[in-house]
C-alpha cells in the first residue's frame, strides 16, 4: 500500500547544482542512472542504495527524487513532480511517497517524463526504481565499514589491499576503551550481501557482559550511524531488532592500546591524495579500533584533517592543496607517518598535478590545515618507505572523493623507536 505525502507546490523552481563537494555525493541509482532516490527510511548502506536491491517485508520506504543527472552536473527539480509523472503498479503517487513492503515480490516506481517540462540541454528519459521484498529468514546484521565502502563505490584503488582492511561479519570490533566511534548497520545474508532495513521500525540493542539489552540511539540527526563504546575490561553484544527478529551484529571487545603491535598505512587517492588509514593490529595479527594514531608528514606539503568526530583517529583526510596549481602538469611527492607511541609506519606517495580547468583571479591561499615535512627520522634517503603513484589534478580538496584512483603499491618502512 501506499501513503500520500501531502500537497505538491504547482510552480516548478529548476536550479543547476553541479556537484562541487563530491564527499557529499552519490552516484545516481535509478535502473538506468539517471535519477537520485532518497529510500527513507528504508537503509541499504550509507554509500550507495540501487535499484533492484532486495529489502525487509514489513518495511516502509519513500520514494524522494532529489535530483537528476545531467551532462554538466546534478539537476535539482522543486518540485520534482512537475517534470515527470510517478506510478507505483499503475497508480499514480507524488514524489517522496511511501509504500509499506507487505507483500513478496517486486515493488516497481515507474518515472515517466512530461511532456510540459523543458530544460535547456537536456532530454529527460523515462527510469524506475525496483525494491525486492523478501521475509527476515537466514539474515544477519553486520558492522558497515564505511569509509572503505566509499573507496569500492567510488571506484578508486588502495596503495595496498590487506586482508582485514574491512572484517568479516562475524569478527569482533576489538575497540581501545573510552572510546567512541561510530557505525551504520547492515543486514546481510549468508553470502554477505545487503538487505534494507526500516530504520523506523529497528532498534539497535546493547548487552554489556552479558546484562539485559538496552537500546542504542543513533549517533547522527539521519538515525543510520550507531555508536560503539565500551569501558576497560568489557564486552559489548550488539544485535538489531526487526521484522519480528533480533539479528546479531557485532561482539564489541575491550582491547587496550598497550596490546598494539604494528601498524600500516594504506592510502586512498583520487587524482590526488585525499585520505589515509594506519591499520592497528595486535601481537597476533588483530586489527585494534581507536587507537591515538598521530599523523604528520616526513617530505612535502599536504593538508590533514580529522574526518569527523565518529570516524576513528586511525583515519585522516589529506590533499594536496597546499601548494598553487600548477601551470604545467607537475610531479608532487610526499611522505606520510603514522605513529603511535613507539610503533611507527611510513608510506611514499607521488602523483601528478594538472592545470585546473578554470583559472581564478583570486590569489591562492593554502588550506589551514596543511602541514610540511619535517624531515625524515635518522633517514636521509628513501630507504624501504612504501611507494604509491598516481596522475591526475592538483587542485583536489582534503576531503575530495570524486572520480577515478591510479594508485601504484610500493615498500614501506615500519619502525621502533622514537621518532
Not at 529548476?14 to 532516490?37: F, M, R, Y
Request: a negative charge; hydrophobic letters at 40%.
Amino acid at each position: 500500500m501506499w501513503i500520500s505525502s501531502g500537497s505538491r507546490k504547482s510552480l516548478a523552481r529548476l536550479s543547476l547544482a553541479v556537484c562541487l563537494a563530491p564527499l557529499g555525493c552519490t552516484k545516481a541509482n535509478s535502473e538506468d542512472e539517471t535519477l537520485h532516490v532518497s529510500l527513507r527510511p528504508l537503509f541499504y548502506s550509507e554509500v550507495h542504495a540501487p535499484s533492484g536491491l532486495r529489502a525487509l517485508q514489513g518495511s516502509t520506504v519513500c520514494f524522494d527524487v532529489e535530483e537528476i543527472d545531467t551532462a554538466e552536473g546534478s539537476l535539482r527539480l522543486q518540485p520534482f513532480d512537475a517534470c515527470y509523472d510517478i506510478a507505483v503498479a499503475d497508480a499514480p503517487m507524488a514524489n517522496g511517497d511511501c509504500v509499506i513492503l507487505d507483500q513478496l515480490g517486486t515493488v516497481q516506481v515507474d518515472y515517466t517524463p512530461r511532456a510540459d517540462c523543458f530544460v535547456a540541454d537536456h532530454e529527460f528519459v523515462a527510469d524506475r526504481f525496483r525494491v525486492e521484498v523478501i521475509p527476515v529468514d537466514g539474515l544477519r546484521g553486520r558492522l558497515e565499514w564505511s569509509m572503505e565502502a566509499w573507496a569500492e563505490h567510488l571506484g578508486e584503488r588502495l596503495s595496498s589491499r590487506p586482508a582485514d582492511l574491512t572484517p568479516s561479519a562475524d569478527e569482533p570490533l576489538r575497540l581501545v576503551p573510552d572510546v567512541t566511534v561510530g557505525f551504520p548497520i547492515n543486514v546481510i545474508d549468508a553470502t554477505g550481501e545487503r538487505v534494507a532495513w526500516d530504520l523506523s521500525q529497528g532498534r539497535v540493542l546493547e548487552a554489556k557482559d552479558g546484562g539485559t539489552p538496552r537500546a542504542l540511539a543513533p549517533a547522527d540527526d539521519d538515525g543510520s550511524m550507531w555508536p560503539m563504546r565500551v569501558g576497560p575490561g568489557e564486552t559489548s553484544t550488539i544485535t538489531l531488532e526487526v521484522a519480528g527478529a533480533v539479528l546479531p551484529v557485532v561482539e564489541v571487545v575491550a582491547t587496550p592500546v598497550e596490546q598494539a603491535a604494528s601498524l600500516e598505512i594504506v592510502a586512498v587517492f583520487d587524482d590526488s591524495p585525499f585520505g589515509a588509514r594506519a591499520i592497528v593490529r595486535d601481537g597476533e595479527g588483530r586489527a585494534i579500533v581507536g587507537a591515538p594514531v598521530t599523523w604528520s608528514l616526513v617530505e612535502g606539503e599536504l593538508a590533514f584533517e580529522r574526518v569527523d568526530a565518529y570516524t576513528p583517529p586511525e583515519y585522516t583526510a589529506i590533499g594536496d592543496s597546499c601548494l598553487p596549481p600548477p601551470t604545467a602538469p607537475e610531479e608532487r611527492r610526499a611522505v606520510l607517518r603514522a605513529q603511535l607511541g613507539e610503533l611507527r609506519d611510513e608510506l611514499e606517495i607521488e602523483w601528478v598535478a594538472s592545470p585546473p580547468e578554470e583559472t581564478s583571479d583570486e590569489p591562492f591561499e593554502p588550506h589551514a590545515a596543511c602541514q610540511r615535512g619535517t624531515g625524515p627520522a635518522g633517514d636521509d634517503g628513501l630507504g624501504d618507505r612504501g611507494c604509491g603513484c598516481a596522475s591526475g589534478a592538483g587542485e583536489a580538496g582534503a576531503a575530495g572523493l570524486a572520480g577515478s584512483l591510479l594508485l601504484l603499491a610500493g615498500r614501506r618502512r615500519r619502525t621502533r623507536g622514537a621518532a
